[in-house]
Every structure is written in structure tokens, then in C-alpha cells.
């Protein structure tokens, strides 16, 4: 089967403006917050940080230059201008995640060249493909399944569920551009935000939350065990797991919707497939070898992006793809430029003191609030939405956990329930953007969704899952006797 075609790239955002403007805003505001005289008691370099940072973030959402052209300028000004030395500014090339964005995309033309993600994907819509909403729903389950068992969201929804998404929307001839709407940007955006749920139940499906819990020990006296998490987690989670493709379905529907002859046709296909090729037989051992250490890691010792590396040089060496299948996976290395970049300005922030200085100015304000329920309602919010200036979950909780929670827990809220509430959103909040977590810009960089849409509908279910898990959550946790 030949490799996968290049995945065109989303459609760009503000169009309604010239690209004279779309390029001059981000410019203007950038220069405007570098002489703005310094506040917080940041140093003038903080500011220039600040411009930088702002700047590449309003250059992303107008787009006067593909993504990773935009992320590349801003890293190299802060490197031409002194702001970070030139080891700073390319900090978040060697961080893991990154390496295991661009893993998960070579793993994906794995699955797709040597037909196994095709072969998977007719299993699948053969038991559940009458209805594209019925394999949103499967996916969400295969994710919920193996949720407890793989403490990285990058490695679950990225390498693992990543390639069969992307072979299920090939398999309905739904590929980047015209034909996306078929059925791929509708699978591609429910699994992105039915993983940040599953994220959210389990103390060990992704790897801010065992930081929460060991912050809330250390800071507040606060035991949170897995079967705790779990207990507090599955009620809200579930609802949100049953909420997520239903609204998606209805809002930003697939042109695909019923297809009663896909399992019958699914099931041709495979006949016509035959047994497992010898790559395919390759690519399974590889992929569950893969998964095994990843749900042992705990136990293993092994980081799971040296695993992924492992993988793929595994797959180069077995012959599941070549040299040439790396070189040409566009895709991940415009992802390890951009999402890179992204997270040595986000470090470039905290060496300047701007995080914490924010952080303390929120804490300050929100001191005159009386009532608990309402202080803990309003540092919730703040905590999700300050996620639109971090690019990743476990920044976000070592910059603001300890801050928030104590405020809220110094007027009242009770402490474990600080905990859980800030701990469950550690993951709730990557939801927004394009850039708030590992699997962001490998569903996104699949080409299906365009950038509008996906902060759109990002903001839109932020604010189902505050409904749901500050609602019916905090309901439940009355019950359990949270609080």
C-alpha cells in the first residue's frame, strides 16, 4: 500500500484581512508590551519576553506565515535580542514530548503504509460502523479502557489511538481538504477531547496528576490515592465521555452520518485484504511491544519517549519504513518546530518571573472574595483559562496549582476538595488551543480541523466540562463526602 499522502495544510486563520495586517498586528502588539514600562516588578527583559510571547501567540491565531515559520521568528528574536541566551531559546527542542509528537507521526505512517491501521479500521467499523457516531463512541471506550494503564496522554491518543483514527477517516475516503468533513474532522476533534476526560479520571493517565497529588501532600496535607482520584472522577467523567460526541455530532457533524452497507463492506475488504502481511505482522509486534512498556513504565523504569524512539528505530530496522518514510513525515517535524518553540517561550516566561508574577497578582485580587464557594468557582476559571498562555499541562500545574489553591483554601474551601477540582482541570483545560498539550498538534497537524474551528469548539466544551464537572462534579463530591 503506498505511504500516506501529505496531509495539505488547515486552512489559515483571519482571512478577512490582507496579509499586509495580518502580519503588522502581531508586530505592533509585540513592540507595544516590549517598551511598556515594567509592572509586577518584572525587569525590562520580562517585558520583552512578554512582547515576544504575545506577539508569536497572535502571529499563530492571524497567520501571516504557516504556523512553524511564525514559532521559528519568535524563537529567533528572542535569541537575536539577548532575551534568551541561544541554549534557552532552543530549550523545548529536546524536550521529550516534542520527541514523542514526532514518534506518534511516524508510528502513524506505520500503521497506514503497511495496512494494518486499514485492517484495524475495517475491524472496527465492521462492529460498530452504522453510524460515524457509533465509532466516535468506540474510540472514546478504546480510550477509556487503557486510560488507567498509560500515564501519558501523548502516548495514548498520539501513538496509540492517532494512527486508527487517522486510517478510519482515510477508510471513508475523508482526507485533508475538500473531503475532511466526510467523517475525519469530526473523528479526529471528538478523540482529541474525549482523551483530555480520560485524562482527568485516573491518577495515572497522564503525568500532571501524580504531580498534583504530590503538590497537594507536600503543600497542603493532602492525601489523594488512585482509587480516590478514581472514585471522585468517574461520575462527571463518564458523563463527559457520554456528552462530548453527541454534541460534536450535532454541532459540527460529519457529512457521513449513517452507512448501513460499512460492515458489510468492511467485512469485503477484509476478505479481500487476505491474511497479515509480514509488515503488518512487524508493525503489530512493534506497536504492542510498545504499548506494554508503556503501561509498565511505572515499574520499568523507562521514559516513555525513549520508548517511542525505541519503536521507531525499530520499525527502520524491521524495514515497516524507511529512511526515506522519515524524511518525509512532514508533519511531525512542522510539529517539532512549532510545539518546540512554543515551549521555550513558555519556559522563557517562567526564567523571567512573568508566571509567577502573574500568579501572585491573581492571588492578591482574588483575597477580598468572601464566599469560598465562589472563590474556588473563580480560581477554576482562571485555572482552565490561563492554559490559552501555556503549552503544557505539567507547567501549568508547577506555575499555578500552589498559588490558586491557596488561595482558595486559606478562605475556606476545603483542601482535598481544592485538590481534586484544580487536579481534574490540570487536563480539562488543554481543551482550548491547538498548542496545550502533546496530542494537540498531532490531531491538529493531521490537517482535518482548521485553527478557527478547533479553539471554536475547544472554548465551546471548556465550558460543557465546567458545567459538567463543577456542576454534577461537585454534586458527586457532596455525596462522597468531598466536601
Do not use: C
Request: aromatic share 12%.
Amino acid at each position: 500500500m503506498a505511504a500516506p499522502a501529505v496531509p495539505k495544510e488547515p486552512p489559515r486563520a483571519g482571512s478577512g484581512l490582507s496579509p499586509a495586517w495580518r502580519a503588522a498586528i502581531p508586530v505592533a502588539v509585540a513592540l507595544v508590551l516590549w517598551f511598556l514600562p515594567p509592572f509586577w516588578g518584572l525587569k525590562p527583559g520580562a517585558m520583552h519576553m512578554i512582547g515576544l510571547f504575545v506577539g508569536t501567540i497572535l502571529g499563530l491565531i492571524l497567520q501571516p506565515l504557516p504556523q512553524g515559520a511564525v514559532v521559528l521568528l519568535g524563537v529567533a528574536l528572542t535569541a537575536l535580542t539577548g532575551t534568551l541566551s541561544v541554549g534557552d531559546s532552543l530549550n523545548g527542542f529536546a524536550n521529550s514530548t516534542v520527541w514523542l509528537i514526532v514518534s506518534a507521526f511516524l508510528f502513524a505512517r506505520g500503521f497506514i503504509k503497511t495496512g494494518l491501521g486499514r485492517r484495524i479500521a475495517y475491524l472496527m467499523i465492521r462492529s460498530f460502523g452504522k453510524s460515524t457516531l457509533g465509532l466516535s463512541y468506540a474510540i472514546a471506550a478504546s480510550d477509556l479502557i487503557i486510560a488507567p494503564a498509560t500515564p501519558s496522554n501523548t502516548a495514548r491518543a498520539g501513538g496509540i489511538l492517532f494512527p486508527i483514527v487517522r486510517s478510519l477517516a482515510a477508510s471513508f475516503g475523508s482526507e485533508p481538504g475538500p473531503t475532511a468533513r466526510k467523517a475525519g474532522a469530526f473523528l479526529m476533534l471528538t478523540e482529541y477531547q474525549v482523551n483530555l476526560v480520560t485524562s482527568a479520571m485516573f491518577l495515572t493517565s497522564v503525568a500532571p496528576a501524580p504531580l498534583v497529588a504530590e503538590l497537594a501532600r507536600k503543600n497542603f496535607n493532602v492525601e489523594i490515592t488512585w482509587l480516590g482520584w478514581a472514585a471522585a472522577a468517574i461520575v462527571p467523567g463518564l458523563v463527559s465521555l457520554l456528552l462530548i460526541p453527541y454534541l460534536l455530532y450535532r454541532l459540527y457533524p460529519p457529512e457521513v452520518k449513517q452507512s448501513p452497507d460499512a460492515p458489510r463492506t468492511a467485512a469485503i475488504e477484509l476478505e479481500r485484504m487476505g491474511p497479515m502481511s509480514g509488515g503488518e505482522k512487524a508493525m503489530l509486534a512493534v506497536f504492542l511491544l510498545t504499548l506494554v512498556l508503556w503501561a509498565t513504565g511505572q515499574w520499568n523504569g523507562l521514559h516513555e519517549t525513549a520508548i517511542a524512539l525505541g519503536g521507531v528505530a525499530a520499525l527502520i530496522v524491521l524495514g515497516v519504513i524507511t529512511w526515506k518514510d522519515v524524511l518525509g513525515e512532514t508533519g511531525g517535524w512542522d510539529a517539532l518546530v512549532w510545539f518546540g518553540g512554543l515551549v521555550s517561550l513558555a519556559n522563557g516566561l517562567s526564567k523571567w518571573g512573568v508566571i509567577k508574577a502573574l500568579a501572585g497578582s491573581v492571588q492578591a485580587s482574588l483575597g477580598s472574595v468572601g464566599s469560598w464557594v465562589l472563590v474556588l468557582f473563580l480560581v477554576i476559571v482562571l485555572y482552565l483559562y490561563l492554559h490559552y498562555f501555556i503549552a503544557s499541562m505539567t507547567a501549568h500545574v508547577t506555575a499555578f496549582f500552589v498559588p490558586l489553591a491557596a488561595v482558595a483554601i486559606a478562605l475556606g474551601a476545603p483542601a482535598y476538595l481544592v485538590a481534586i477540582s484544580l487536579g481534574v482541570f490540570s487536563s480539562l483545560n488543554a481543551s482550548l488551543t491547538h498548542y496545550g498539550t502533546g496530542p494537540a498538534p498531532i490531531y491538529f497537524g493531521a490537517g482535518y480541523v482548521d485553527q478557527a474551528t478547533w479553539w471554536k469548539y475547544g472554548f465551546l466544551l471548556s465550558l460543557v466540562n465546567l458545567a459538567v464537572w463543577v456542576g454534577l462534579g461537585g454534586l458527586w463530591w457532596k455525596v462522597i463526602g468531598i466536601w
